[in-house]
């Protein structure tokens, strides 16, 4: 099986794309398919073997849309920025009803030129419903406004007919517009990369395109300039504005071997740096491509909207039908009620409802990456708002995961520099946070030669051959499994064991803290609406339950290996009326963040495993950005059912006082367009 993208380009009618989809999932050798409206992208999953896909694809989307046209992703396609196919029938056309209107034409000159102004203006749109009669979808938009204006046109309202035609073609050229301005205001928040990078060479400088950059090369930063690509820092020292990628407004500092990431603006310093990543693999490369991704991944209510358009617009054919029939057969005039039977197959189409339901979400998580919080998908707003309960890591979640070594504890006769020695050697390669406050606190000489053999057991120690000296380096308990007793008992404190050729040489004790600010927003989360707090830790009992203690948790579960985390996270889910989170450091918590029903990894914005796994990425490690996560969620929750009121609201109302004889076709495509444009805009408010 094979997936590919595509981009779409002209399809302005979000119906006629729900109608491509379902078109693209009959054709033969398509597995799957998603058509992402707002971003123009198509994704298709093909079984193998499938021949001349992207012709296939671009016949049937030109006869559901005709204009409408696929490329493959990021192909270039030639617009047209002024359509006078478009442009210039409707000028014509609005001059003739203006002019029809104020004259008061009668006779054969005002059929004449309403008709002519009909066709003029509305013949693309009932091109388009012959071609839909033709594949037998009759309840296309295009084919639903003919039979409204020829309706019209039979009760000899011909300046009416051409009117809303005008207003309808009219209201199409918004409703892309306002989508194609948001859809580009949103795409605007991460696109701070420069075009260009400086290479440092022997003869200067040289400017080169990002994608002709290559790993290791060294480029300069200037003062005022954007961060081109993931590196480190070789030359000078700066402050860097990290703001447009994790929300956080105070500077950043950074020196020679600081790492520093794409996008970030360099306040002050020259930098040099040397290239860690090419840019299809930059954190900023990665962030866009989750945010594009993520019209893939549709909430519930996307879903539910694509399953109503496809009845509603029946249903409301089939109301105009009988509200036609009835009255006629009753002995009522039947050209006042096919007047108002037109009414509804105007208001048939469930535009404003497609349009603005996805937009909503896409906004959404646009304004979320706005803050540094990334959602990989709209069906993860909908699950963060839901939350009932969640699970925490402790060290670098709860905890600020910067450990402190604060003692070292050794049995009589034994030299600390022995044990410093056998833990850092045993450390060097590991990522784990014990590891990395001991690298940072003290050298030792290492040589990757003399490794002769390794193992790190996770959640537990490693074993490690260094030269002839066996080390053991990990837990009490992983310790005693090969046979050491009479270990230090360091009390509350986290602790790493160390032995060397059978001798027990003691342990390294390391100090955490609570991360500022997590009280406060575990209290802000539990006020809306999550009942059930839990931590689960690898670390000692005492420890964890000073923590648990200090953060008022509702449960904690300590030394713990990394199945059992997921063993105790499933009895939690299971225990749990509503969705559970798991929130972690990213790192070693993988199999978590992908059980639980939405997971969360937090301060992970240069871990590409973290970005990999979770369903949101919190891109700095500040602890209100979980309460701003659930907020936005909520946001947006609230706007799509704003959306739907309003649409569906105003259709009942404007079909209510059609079937009364108050409003009139006018009325009806100037309430069917309003609706729509009111819907976007609601959507795209700031």
Known sequence: MTTREYDIHNLDCAHCGIKIEDGVSSMPGVHSVQLDFVNKRLIVSFHEGVENALERLNHLADSIEPGVTITDKGAQEEINKWDWGFWLPLAVGVMIVILNMLLGTSGWLKIALGVGAWLLVGYRVVISAIKSIGRGQVFSEHFLMSLATIGALVLQEYTEAAAVMVLYEIGQWLESLAVAKSRSSIKGIL???????????????????????QVGDKLLVYPGERVPLDGVVTKGNSALDTSTLTGEAIPLPVREEDAILAGVLNLDGLLEMEVKSVDAESTVSRILQLIENAGARKSQNEKFITRFANYYTPSVVGAALLVFLIPVLMGYPANVWLHRALVFLIVSCPCALVISVPLSYYVGIGKAARKGIIFKGSVYLDTMRRLKAMVFDKTGTLTTGNLKIEKLLAPDGIDPTELIDTIYKSEYTSNHPFAKAVLSTYTADYDGKMVNAYSEYSGKGVLMLYGNDRMIVGSAAFLAEHGFVGLIDAGETSVVH?????????????????????????????????????????????????????????????ELLPQEKIDRLEEIMAQTDGLVAYTGEGMNDAPALARADLGIAMGQIGNPASIETADVVLLNDRPQQLVAAWDQAQRTHNTVTQNILLALGVKVLVMALGISGVSGLWE???????????AVLNATRR
């Open 191 to 213: 696109a701070i990369k420069p075009e260009k990078a400086h290479l440092v060479t022997e003869e200067g400088t040289l400017d080169l395109a990002l994608g002709e950059v």
């Open 498 to 558: 160390a032995a060397k050729n059978d001798i027990y040489l003691g342990c390294m004790c390391f100090s955490d803290e609570i991360r500022p600010g997590m009280k406060e927003a575990l209290d802000s989360l539990r006020k809306r609406g999550i009942k059930r707090m839990v931590m689960l830790s690898g670390d000692r009992e005492t420890k964890a339950r000073t923590i648990s203690e200090e953060l008022g948790l509702d449960a904690w579960a300590a």
């Open 668 to 678: 009806a495509i100037i309430a069917d367009v309003g609706v729509t444009l009111l």
